[in-house]
């Protein structure tokens, strides 16, 4: 804890999530309009006054969507990260244990997964999947679980041949009792700060392919179509822009400060 604490970047990073999730949580109290409230006569209106956050060009608040779309961006990459961690945990820690050819077997799967870049491979999947919440969820999920399953596997081979494992087994369990009793416990610490760095990723993906028109639809705001229409006013209302970046900016900034102090807090070598 006091390593934690000495490390000042790590309860920033912390700071800034709590206000986020608070602010997502709280969107619908916190939010002064309807993020999907229509007024003309208010169109591109600058920060100040009734909007704190300025109008887009269809007389809606800024400032509402911003905090409206945070639900949608954060919703997607926790969901999303959640499925990357148990598809990919499973796979590294069971090929970590086990070996022999199913560890060869999805080890060249995930290689192959891995090989694509990231938002390449998210677009093909949404390309095939069809552009809808749901669908964004499954293809950043996949794209990520090659990460999980890496570092779970790394972690449960240096575990394996242990004294305790081998006590484990002579005292007659058997292996899933002790993958769940004795591996897992034992790869949380890379495990947690993996799920940290990939939902900052995960905010930038979904960010990316909403921009794109691949992922959240208008009119529900998030982050990144929010960006996509803004892009039109770049000169006559910045504003637009500026702040849905600035929210995707600081979500990012949060889990990756976070993810270093965790990183920090679990390497044997700072203590």
């Known amino acids: 804890m006091k390593r934690w604490v000495a490390n000042r970047v790590a309860p920033i990073g912390l700071v800034i999530i709590v206000f986020g999730i608070a602010a997502a949580v709280l969107a619908p109290v916190i939010a002064p309009y309807d993020a999907r409230r229509i007024v003309p006569q208010d169109a591109l209106r600058p920060p100040g006054g009734r909007y704190l956050f300025g109008t887009d060009g269809f007389g809606r608040d800024v400032f509402s969507r911003v905090l409206m779309g945070s639900r949608i961006s954060l919703v997607v990459a926790f969901l999303s990260v959640l499925i990357a961690l148990l598809l990919g945990t499973t796979l ?9 050819w199913w560890d060869g077997l999805s080890m060249r799967v995930m290689d192959v997964v891995f090989a694509f870049p990231a938002i390449l491979l998210a677009i093909a999947l949404m390309a095939v ?28 081979l240096s575990i394996r041949g242990h004294e305790f494992i081998d006590a484990a087994r002579a005292l007659g369990l058997g292996n899933l009792r002790i993958l769940r009793r004795h591996i897992a416990p034992n790869v949380l610490a890379p495990i947690t700060v993996q799920v940290s760095l990939s939902l900052s990723l995960a905010i930038l993906s979904e960010s990316a392919l909403s921009f794109l028109g691949l992922g959240t639809q208008p009119p529900t705001p998030s982050w990144g179509n929010m960006l996509s229409e803004g892009r039109q006013f770049l000169e006559l209302a910045p504003w637009n822009a500026i702040f849905p970046g600035l929210a995707i900016m600081m979500a990012v900034l949060g889990f990756n400060l976070l993810g270093d102090g965790l990183r920090d807090l679990f390497d044997p070598r700072w203590r």
């Open 129 to 156: 999947l069809g552009a809808s919440v749901a669908n964004l969820i499954i293809a950043i999920g996949i794209v990520y679980t090659p990460q999980f399953a890496r570092v779970a596997r790394a972690a449960a």
């Open 92 to 100: 590294g820690l069971t090929a970590g244990f086990y070996g022999g």
